[in-house]
């Protein structure tokens, strides 16, 4: 099974362009993270940022064209692929793409415009007193 899930940000504005009779294709730059750790023995392991690139085709590629920009986080779904190639000079050049077959979005977050401030604290709220007897 080839299937590859990401979450992660976008790292510039999609690419899109129209080939034959106006088939869409979306190409991006997408960031992953996985998070730094501390070692039992106290070692920091730093994070770690992956970049992939991800390619979109025909109504997915709409989609990513109508709806994502540079920082947004989304959610992509599709496959590995590997590719490679000769240059001008006859070196030979690999590449790792992912062929998005769907994508998700997140929530954009909001402008940077300051927050009204809450002018009394929150009072909390009582727990509820547990039953004596549970469902199960």
Known sequence: ?????????????????YIGEGVCVATLSLATTERG?????GTQVPDRTEWHNVIFWRKTA???EQNVRKGDKIYVEGKIQNRSYDDR??????????IAESIGFFPRAKSQQPQPQATQPAQEQPLPEPEDKLPF
Do not use: A, C, F, W
Not at 37 to 41: C, E, Q, S
């Open 37 to 41: 750790y501390t070692l039992p023995n």
């Open 89 to 98: 000079q006859g070196v030979r050049h690999y590449s790792v793409e992912i």
């Open 1 to 17: 099974m080839n299937k590859v899930m990401l979450i992660g940000n976008v790292g510039q504005d999609p690419v899109i362009k």
């Open 62 to 64: 709409e989609i990513v």
